[in-house]
Structures are given as structure tokens and as C-alpha cells.
């Protein structure tokens, strides 16, 4: 049974940090996409982050360029988000996902099998 139990999630200031962590048992990260989501109240699932699990290369949502950095650990099977100069429009409940099955695009929440339960991201200004 494939788990992804996120956490690491909380409340900071505009200009704050915080890093999210992604732990999985069940399903090896190196071998597929992985990525991270936000979904804001009344807003649609959007991407954040993708890795592709075999090389570690890494793809950014252009609001978060320059600010999060996504990696993963193959020795800890787990991912993690590092996110910083937090703003208040980055306010959402994260989730990370792991694809079964190859293809598709990264940024597309459909196209992964796996999900975790998210944590919540709250960035006050």
C-alpha cells in the first residue's frame, strides 16, 4: 500500500520560510514524476513543483521560481519543498504526489495516482 504523509506545514509571516517534507513507504520516489500542489478555498489544484524521480531534475510553477526549491532524499525515500520569501498569496493546503504510470504532463493533478493528505501553509502579511 503506497502512503505519502506530508508535514512540516504552519504559519509564517510574508518574507517567512518553511519547508515541507514528504516521507513515502510503499513506492520508491526515484522511479517516477513527483510533485508538489496548492489548493487555496475556492481555488483550483495548481502546481507548484515536479521531480523527475529517476534524475532529480526539478520544474517550477513560474509564481515560485526563484523562491521554492524541490528535492528528494532516495536514502529517506522522501521529498521535500523548501519555500522561501513566503507571501501571502502562497497561503494554501500543499499536497505531494507520486505518478504510477509514465506520461502525461508534471503540472497536471490528474496525472498522478498517488496522493498525500496535505498540510496546511498559511502566510500572514
Known amino acids: 500500500q503506497v502512503q505519502l504523509v506530508e508535514s512540516g506545514g504552519g504559519s509564517v509571516q510574508a518574507g517567512g520560510s518553511l519547508r515541507l517534507s514528504c516521507a513515502a513507504s510503499g513506492y520508491t520516489l526515484s522511479s517516477n514524476w513527483l510533485g508538489w500542489f496548492r489548493q487555496a478555498p475556492g481555488k483550483a489544484r495548481e502546481a507548484v513543483a515536479g521531480?523527475?524521480?529517476?534524475?532529480?531534475?526539478?520544474l517550477y510553477a513560474d509564481s515560485v521560481k526563484g523562491r521554492f526549491t524541490s528535492s528528494r532524499d532516495n536514502a529517506k525515500n522522501t521529498m521535500y519543498l523548501e519555500m522561501n520569501s513566503l507571501k501571502p498569496e502562497d497561503t494554501a493546503m500543499y499536497y505531494c504526489?507520486?505518478?504510477?504510470?509514465?506520461?502525461?504532463?508534471?503540472?497536471?493533478?490528474?496525472?498522478?495516482?498517488?496522493w498525500g493528505q496535505g498540510t496546511q501553509v498559511t502566510v500572514s502579511s
Open positions: 521531480i523527475y524521480g529517476p534524475s532529480g531534475a526539478t
Open positions: 504526489a507520486a505518478k504510477l504510470v509514465f506520461g502525461g504532463r508534471w503540472s497536471e493533478p490528474s496525472h498522478y495516482q498517488y
